[in-house]
């Protein structure tokens, strides 16, 4: 699954008078249909005019071969209808591709979709961001999303979330929905006991009719002949037809409860074997009409029909058996089977769905007028959606849609960046990747989320609502940067028009900052590593003679350009000379310029004049495109650029002072970026720079983590000659040799070596935070010490990805020497790593602080055997049988595997300081799992172990290390008397001091309460997975909390992690203990590896986490903690939280309606691989009458 982005040009300026109802009920008619796409049904890349023969890169997944399929596939599409005969096609926009129909909702609205599938598999449709009801979850299988996709709810991130829609009784009901009492029947419907649909009862010998009522209340399938006799009153059809009491049947179905009348034959794809159906006979498992079985008569985990229970074409026939494609069975909720007939709509079925949006869902007063949101097929969510099944949804405050949708904007465009896995699609089969964009729409200024930008970046699951005001004409570029689909070609172009050439937008009126920049190729002992590079080089003038020696406050730049300043309403001007051996250019993000300004090298072909037309014509010449100019600039050459900041492209309020962006070479991105040329830009508000430096900082420092890949440089072949021993025998696709080229680093720098970050206790410092590279470029910067402020949040980590950037505001309390790190394992592995230190610069200033009230806490590290998957029912259910389950991979010991259980080490807390008693668990605290035991929630105590702790307070913590080996204990966020953390030995007792100090609590536009984490140091990575991790929360100091006198929330913290016990501790012990005779090189054997990776939320896969139990209206909170390596999905008031590795987050939830509920990662892979849990939603007590 991909991300969204829906893009809004900005207010009308004429509007026609329309009535618009205050809630309006919108109804679509949407049919499944499977299609011959052509992903470039030209034959060429169109971005540089090139032909598939002439194009590498793009001649890889769009040329045919005899091993290669091209660029044609069979997808299936959600198309939309005009009305219920599915005869007129609403046509939609050409640009939305193969993307469904647009549905829109606004505040207060009821979506009606009726689902008609005529695809050859069943399939279904569930919305993200509306409310619904059990009966309209539109869910079977498995569920997506690491974002936290809280069943029909919403995580709410300062909101409410709601569960689903209320089922009002007495309302119509559609084509195959349920039956409310009093409504009316339509096509395919089930009658309940309502009224008579399509004229009475079915004479003898005739058929019944499609939606036609036969006796009290039940349909007779599609068409499906009753045989001689009429439906009778008490549900029995006669002769041939199959009945369940009161209910549909359907074609390809078996029978419910009611036995079969007259033995009549099972239809096409339909089987019960030798089981018994419902409460009936048994079917016989006779076909009919040549149908096949659907499984073969193959009894896979046994169990009947549950009653009321549908069995469609291709699905399960009981509990437990394998059905055709082997599909999986619904997920096991507790649902009755009558809330399960929306889980996939069969072939030649049809559903009706009834969605709403309620206040907690739609846009806030802060919020844009719309969110984006999509809506996709849920039966197996990942290979539905890579079949095609997906489609864009906006939902929007009250009275900004008409009747034909957002009237708040001149244009709506929805554009969907996803790696298209036609290996994941129903009609391949393989596995699919994590997806990660950055996507920069050229020479624009966006607004999104409250926050001027170009590029926009999107996770699994996630979708963002853009606004732009289209100013700027041309053809312009719009793509993902992350570096892989770049060279894969996720690219397009829109076109800006000019639609009224005499009116021109007046120029800014600020200041002109010019800049004198080169591009030199500097060897290994100008940056200090092994490779040539080459990078941007400032120069006094235009002579290009003197060069800007750099100051101290500058050393820390390493291969960065120089940094490039500007306000709002100024101009930039870079006079660009290129001293390189090839051609290279400037592309900007962050201003705006005109298209022949582009850096980017692609077939942009410029409007023509009409003088030049005709001229053109007359001599009968084709029409020539050549690279603009300043795309292309060659060696030796100059090129002076022209930027503008407009107005509105500096930060908003809430934001730091300069917003970061980054320049960078463009003729060919992705090398030239490897090859060294990046560089930062900063454009600020109004006032902010005094002689071209930030007025109101004393420390500026830019970090660019990227992984440099020296494979893609233009200088590896030089570096292979110069650098290497036997130049003649290196193998540049030897997997060796790739890895050892790829260079985790900041600023170009590697462990720790880059110098200059040097401050004062309490300076005010401004970090700007970028990133470059590929889908490996995922990097959570992690400070240890001091925490930061970005965008009115208080954090000490934060994630940058390719092309993205972020500024955030440092005002350091504790000194010491520090560092700075990236939290992905890989990287910190890789040594992602810089030092930098907070001095004491006054004479009054000291380490420690005076705090008044404190608390101890007596925790042990303990080592115990964790069972990852005790119980394995909700698997087998999940999946038909254990042998269809992807976990078979990870708990089972078959095949020379470690299996379910491993040797882990854990926080537990104790009563005192002899360490003989462990604090027992409450009920509420079950769900913690693996985590430590306890939470530093330093108030109520007489409310146990949840205690919360206060800003203003002292935390003793008394570590006693029970295990066999040493740690440590270490917070995220709070305040320590020294920087370096003490090694507890084997049985050993430490004492450790934290300070909550008033930065190490949430700020007043966060909620109350915030999420941190605590963990062992001596080594981060193999403690860790290990499993020393725990939850810290940390609350704004509150009296009416301390003296217990606040409202009691439920709590819940979640961490989300792929446990690698292939770098544990205990991975030679765990072998030794569950694998008998293990043979040689076993720990590099690729399965072996992958089977260790456990894939779990705190430590429990496959819904074993218990303990998520709330009641309708509590007010809950959830503490979502990410660590690890692998990427999650999320955001603001939303059902997906994209949480990234050394990322947490404080969510807010109002559960509504009642019932069990999927939570789970939405990337792929780690859905298959068990990182799901339920959260069940009681009813709340009634409460009894003064006389019971």
Not at 293 to 307: L, P, T
Not at 618 to 639: D, H, M, N, S
Not at 1126 to 1152: H, I, N, S
């Amino acid at each position: 699954m991909a991300g969204m982005v829906g893009l809004r040009r900005g207010p009308l300026l004429l509007l026609c008078c329309v009535t618009v109802c205050s809630a309006m009920r919108r109804e679509y008619f949407f049919r499944i249909e499977e299609i011959q796409w052509n992903y470039a049904p030209t034959g060429m890349n169109l971005i540089h005019n090139r032909t598939l023969a002439q194009d590498e890169e793009a001649s890889v997944f769009l040329a045919a071969g005899p091993q290669r399929i091209g660029s044609s596939y069979k997808k299936a599409v959600y198309k939309q209808y005009t009305d219920s005969t599915y005869r007129t096609e609403v046509v939609k926009p050409e640009w939305l591709g193969y993307l469904g129909p647009l549905l829109s909702a606004e505040e207060g609205d009821t979506l009606v979709v009726h689902l008609k599938n005529i695809a050859s598999r069943p399939y279904s449709i569930h919305p993200h961001g509306l409310n619904y009801s059990k009966e309209n979850e539109g869910e079977a299988g498995h569920k997506e999303t690491h974002g936290r996709s809280v069943g029909g709810g919403r995580l709410a991130g300062g909101g409410d979330v709601r569960e689903g829609g209320d089922v009002r009784e007495g309302g119509d009901v559609r084509e195959g929905g349920d039956v409310r009492e009093g409504g009316d029947v339509r096509e395919g419907e089930t009658c309940g006991r309502g009224r008579r649909a399509g004229g009475g009862d079915v004479r003898e010998g005739g058929d019944v009719r499609e939606g036609e009522m036969c006796g009290r209340g039940e349909t007779c399938g599609r068409g499906r002949r009753a045989g001689r006799g009429r439906c009778a009153g008490g549900g029995d059809v006669r002769e041939g037809g199959d009945v369940r009491e009161g209910g549909d049947v359907r074609e390809g179905e078996t029978c419910g409860r009611g036995r079969r009348a007259g033995g009549g034959d099972v239809r096409e794809g339909e089987t019960c074997g030798r089981e018994t159906c419902g409460r009936g006979r048994r079917a016989g498992g006779r076909r009919a009409g040549g149908g096949r079985r659907a499984g073969g008569g193959r009894r896979a985990g046994g169990g009947d029909v549950r009653e009321g229970g549908d069995v469609r074409e291709g699905e399960t026939c009981g509990r437990g058996r394998r059905a055709g494609e082997g599909r999986r069975a619904l997920y096991p909720d507790g649902s009755r089977p009558d809330q399960k007939h929306d889980d996939s709509v069969a072939p030649s079925r049809l559903v009706t769905f009834e969605w709403s949006l309620a206040p907690s869902h739609s846009p806030t007063t802060d919020e844009s007028n719309c969110h984006t949101r999509f809506y996709h097929s849920h039966v197996l969510a990942p290979r539905d959606i890579a079949s095609g099944l997906v489609g864009p949804l906006i939902t929007c405050k009250k009275g900004t849609l008409d009747v034909h949708g957002d009237r708040s904007g001149d244009y709506l465009y929805a554009l969907l960046f996803m790696v298209a896995d036609e290996n994941l699609s129903w009609y391949l089969d393989d596995n699919i990747r994590v997806d990660i964009h950055s996507v920069h729409f050229h020479g624009q200024i966006l607004t999104a989320q409250n926050h001027h930008t170009d590029t926009i970046s999107l996770f699994p699951a996630s979708s963002m609502t853009a606004e732009m005001t289209a100013d700027n004409p041309g053809h312009w570029l719009l793509s993902c940067a992350v570096n892989d689909h770049l060279m894969a070609g996720m690219q397009a172009m829109f076109e800006i028009k000019k639609c009224f050439p005499n009116v021109h937008k007046p120029r800014p009126v600020g200041v002109e900052r010019q800049y004198f920049i080169a591009a030199e190729e500097e060897g290994a002992s100008r940056i200090g590593g092994c490779y040539k590079k080459v990078r941007y080089v400032e120069y006094t003038d235009n002579t290009f003679l003197t060069k800007m020696l750099r100051t101290p406050e500058e050393l820390h730049l390493g291969i960065l350009g120089p940094v490039l300043r500007a306000e709002e309403k100024d101009s930039i001007k870079v006079v660009f000379k290129n001293k390189a051996s090839r051609p290279y250019s400037i592309q900007p993000h962050g201003v705006q310029y005109s298209i022949e300004q582009d850096g980017t090298l692609y077939f942009n072909e410029q409007e023509e004049s009409h003088t030049a037309k005709k001229v053109r014509e007359l001599k009968r010449e084709p029409r020539i495109v050549t690279p603009l100019p300043a795309a292309l600039v060659q060696p030796g050459t100059v090129y002076t650029y022209e930027w503008l900041v407009p107005v509105g492209a500096g930060p908003t309020d809430g934001e730091a002072d300069c917003l970061t962006y980054l320049y960078y070479s463009a003729v060919d991105p992705v090398k030239d970026t490897n090859s060294g040329l990046a560089g930062p830009l900063l454009i600020c508000r109004a006032k902010a720079l005094k002689k071209g430096a930030q007025k109101n900082y004393n420390k500026e420092f830019h970090l660019m983590a990227t992984v440099f890949d020296e494979n893609l440089s233009w200088y590896l072949d030089h570096n292979i000659r110069t650098y290497t021993t036997s130049p003649a025998a290196v193998k540049k696709d030897d997997e060796g040799f790739v890895q050892s080229n790829r260079m985790h680093a900041i600023n170009g720098f590697v462990y720790r070596s880059l110098p200059g970050l040097t401050m004062c206790k309490g300076d005010k410092v401004s970090w700007h935070l970028s990133g470059l590279g590929s889908e490996l470029d995922i990097h959570s910067l992690y400070f240890y010490g001091n925490r930061f402020l970005y965008r009115q949040t208080r954090r000490d980590s934060i994630s940058v990805f390719p092309h993205i950037s972020h500024t955030v505001t440092m005002e350091p309390d504790s000194m010491g020497h520090f560092e700075v790190v990236s939290a992905m394992v890989a990287d910190y592995v890789g040594g992602m790593r810089a030092n930098y230190t907070v001095e004491k610069c006054g004479m009054f200033q000291r380490q420690g602080e005076t705090m008044l009230r404190s608390q101890t806490y007596y925790i042990a590290a303990m080592e115990i055997d964790w069972d990852y998957s005790p119980n394995r029912t909700w698997e087998k259910e999940m999946f038909t049988s254990l042998d269809n389950s992807p976990g078979r991979v990870f708990l089972e010991k078959q095949g020379g595997y470690i299996g379910s259980r491993y040797k882990k080490v854990v926080y537990r807390q104790f009563t005192n300081t002899k360490f003989l008693k462990q604090v027992e668990r409450p009920a509420d605290m079950e769900h913690l799992g693996v985590m430590g035991k306890w939470n530093t929630y330093l108030y109520a105590q007489r409310r146990g172990p949840m205690i919360h702790g206060n800003v203003g307070e002292r935390v003793k913590v008394v570590f006693k290390n029970m295990a066999s080996r040493p740690y440590s204990i270490h917070a995220h966020g709070v305040k320590t008397e020294s920087a370096e953390i003490h090694q507890t030995q084997p049985g050993e007792t430490h004492t450790y001091t934290w300070y909550v100090t008033k930065t190490a609590g949430p700020t007043e536009q966060q909620e109350e309460c915030s999420v941190m984490a605590y963990y062992s140091t001596v080594d981060v990575v193999k403690d860790m997975f290990s499993g020393l991790i725990g939850p810290l929360v940390i609350c704004r100091r509150s009296w009416g909390r301390s003296l217990g006198l606040k409202k009691e929330v439920e709590e819940f913290a979640l961490l989300f992690v792929v446990f690698d016990e292939n770098e544990s501790w205990y991975l030679d012990e765990n072998i030794r203990t569950h694998i008998t005779n293990p043979p040689r090189g076993l720990k590099d054997n690729t399965q072996f590896i992958e089977s260790n990776k456990m894939h779990a939320i705190n430590g429990r896969m496959y819904a074993n986490l218990e303990g998520l139990h709330m009641v309708v209206g509590d007010k809950v909170y959830w503490y979502l903690m990410g660590m690890g390596s692998e990427l999650g999905g999320g955001r603001y008031r939303t059902d997906v939280y994209e949480l990234l590795p050394a990322t947490f987050q404080t969510v807010k939830m109002r559960p509504l309606y009642p019932g069990s509920w999927l939570l789970h990662c939405h990337v792929s892979d780690h859905i298959s691989s068990g990182m799901e849990a339920l959260y069940t939603v009681n009813e709340k007590e009634k409460r009894k009458g003064m006389f019971g």
